[in-house]
Structure formats: structure tokens, C-alpha cells
């Protein structure tokens, strides 16, 4: 499935953007900053090492209007010191993926109704006790969503995401 790049406010799109990075103190402030000067919403963030420690390698969805803004900022990301390589993922072909986690109401009775969202979405429980369970998937945005949509009826009670990561298929 392909993701949709729009957000469900009228003319906000979704940008997903990677940033390749020396791994130096104060770099992830210096590039958050260039998005919020401009008043981009960051929707996601992920940053790790790569198989070279010195360098990083941050994914960031950003919430924009207008795609002229969003290449002034890519413009001025490369001429950043630290910055290795931009890669706006928006317009080419990728794969994304995002870890959640969502603790839900849960009893026995509810068991076999569980399985069925389980097994719709290949999301697992990786725990369960006696009023709650643990729920773990990785996949993209649509799937997150569609597990999201059958796990209402149990009652969320905690939810955290991992942050959308993105690699080329290139």
C-alpha cells in the first residue's frame, strides 16, 4: 500500500525528509530550528547511528503548506556544515515504517475479538494481564491506523510511536 502524503487538514501535506548527518552535540537543534523558524510542524522525528558512529542518520515528517518553502529549507540544510545529504522521500520511491506501542482494556472475554484485529493487521500482544494488554506493530501509516481503528473498542490507554523511519528503494 501506498502511503498518502496529505494530512487531514485541508493543505497541510506530510513531508518525509532524511537528513544524513555528522553525529556532533548541537546538530539536531541547529536543523529542528531551520523547520520552526518557518513554523513547520515536526509530526516525527527518529535519529540513530548508522554502521559509521560518527555519523547519524534523522528521519523527520514535517507537517507544510507549500513544497517552495520546504525546498528553501532543504537548500539551506545542505549548506549546513554537518549535513552530509537531504533526501526529501515525498516524490520517490520508498519504504517507511514506524514502531507503536498500545496498552488496551482487556479480559479474557475479550480474547477471540483481540485475535481477530491481531491477525487482520499481523500487530501481536507482547504482553497481557488482568485488566490490560500490550500490543506491539510495525508497518506504515496505513496500517498503523487500521490497527488503531480496532483497538477503540477495547480502550486505549496508552499509546507511544516510535517515529516514522524511511529508507530509498533506489
Known amino acids: 500500500r501506498s502511503v498518502k502524503p496529505h494530512d487531514r487538514r485541508a493543505g497541510i501535506m506530510r513531508h518525509t525528509v532524511s537528513i544524513l548527518v555528522e553525529n556532533k552535540f548541537g546538530v539536531l537543534a541547529r536543523i529542528a530550528g531551520l523547520f520552526s523558524a518557518r513554523g513547520y510542524n515536526i509530526a516525527s522525528l527518529a535519529v540513530s547511528e548508522t554502521l559509521d ?14 513544497e517552495k518553502i520546504l525546498e528553501q529549507i532543504k537548500k539551506q540544510l545542505n549548506k549546513l556544515i554537518d549535513v552530509i545529504i537531504v533526501t526529501d522521500f515525498t516524490k520517490k520511491s520508498h519504504v517507511d ?19 481477530g484485529v491481531l491477525n487482520k493487521t499481523g500487530a501481536k500482544a507482547i504482553q497481557s494481564a488482568d485488566d490490560t494488554a500490550i500490543i506491539e506493530m510495525m508497518g506504515n501509516q496505513d496500517d498503523i491506523r487500521e490497527l488503531l481503528d480496532g483497538l477503540k473498542q477495547f480502550g486505549i490507554k496508552e499509546l507511544v510511536r516510535s517515529g516514522r523511519i524511511a529508507i530509498s528503494k533506489e
Not at 514502531?99 to 477471540?112: A, F, H, T, W
Open 97 to 115: 515504517r514506524e514502531l507503536m506501542l498500545v496498552k488496551i482494556g482487556y479480559s479474557s472475554k475479550d480474547k477471540s475479538k483481540l485475535d
Open 53 to 66: 558512529p560518527t555519523i547519524s542518520y534523522m528521519t523527520m515528517v514535517v507537517e507544510a503548506e507549500d
